[in-house]
């Protein structure tokens, strides 16, 4: 624990002779997990859920049209249901492995390299801009104005995550045994909303580039076996950056703790889920 010039206390580590604020270090740790994906491409592909198509079409509700963005889009969840519901749909990932996984499983759309903070689209060439599972990455100190800039009047940015329903009591159970690194705060429907409320402000207090935002959740799942939702949790990044005896003792205790539930134990069940979402205006 340090002092600032002011005498408050602040936390700051030392390196290199040089002073790490709080600020700085939650920004490493930002990165640190939102580049932990391209490791687990083909797995993030073959077991994370889509998106409930009643929350994409409430995504698209408010847009001036269908030209649609979609930021962050990982190997493509979400831009395959913009695509089905007939969206004209660029889709831009910054990690190499998760952008080639996109492009083998969605060959017609076009899919270019790039991040919320560096869009490679020109000014108001977009009618909206969807974000599944990835806006809490964005830096939107910067990336809100990079996302203004390609929205069109009147455009809509919207950010969708799917949560683990842990109304239910099996599902709460394996959230406290899987702990925050495999479903956290955001991943649940009970705290989801506070979670994401600001996640289209500028964290310095710089200019709102957005309107007041607009919350709503739908109802989704996912069919699952034990070990496929093992797979699942997997893939999530608090679980990608842990070290590897650690995270193999994790997977071990949810994997163990769904051979002892019922409904769980054997055979294909539905995971129950939400689809979640937060929409704003561009001003």
């Known amino acids: 624990m340090g002092r600032t010039d002011d005498g408050t206390e602040q936390d700051q580590d030392c390196v290199r002779g040089r002073v790490v604020t709080e600020q700085e270090r939650r920004q490493d740790e930002r990165l640190l997990h939102s580049s932990s994906f391209g490791a ?81 689209l020109p000014d108001g060439s977009v009618d909206a801009v969807l974000s599944g ?15 203004a800039r390609v929205l069109a009047p009147g455009g809509v940015l919207a950010g969708l995550w799917n949560v683990f329903d842990d109304r ?68 999530k990044a608090g679980m990608l950056v842990m070290p590897e005896q650690e995270r193999e003792a994790a997977l071990g205790r949810m994997r163990a703790y769904l051979a002892s539930r019922p409904e769980t134990a054997e055979g294909v069940f539905t995971l129950p889920m939400l689809t979640c979402g937060l929409r704003v205006r561009r001003l």
């Open 40 to 120: 687990a491409a083909v797995a993030y592909d073959e077991h994370r859920p889509d998106y409930a198509q009643d929350a994409v079409r409430w995504a698209l509700g408010h847009a001036p049209g269908l030209r649609v963005l979609d930021l962050g889009a990982g190997t493509g969840k979400l831009t395959a249901s913009l695509v089905a519901w007939g969206a004209d749909v660029v889709a831009v990932e910054p990690d190499a492995a998760m952008l080639a996984e996109l492009r083998r499983a969605l060959p017609d759309v076009r899919a270019l390299a790039g991040s919320a903070e560096a869009i490679p």
């Open 168 to 235: 239910v009591d099996w599902v709460d159970g394996l959230a406290r045994v899987g702990g925050s690194a495999a479903i956290g705060p955001r991943d649940v429907p009970t705290s989801w909303r506070t979670e994401t409320a600001d996640m289209h402000l500028p964290k310095a207090g710089g200019a709102a580039w957005f309107g007041s935002p607009e919350q709503d959740e739908f109802p989704h799942g996912q069919r699952r076996t034990a070990d496929s939702l093992v797979a699942t949790l997997a893939t």
């Open 133 to 147: 599972n990835a806006m809490h990455w964005f830096d939107m100190d910067v990336a809100g104005a990079e996302i």
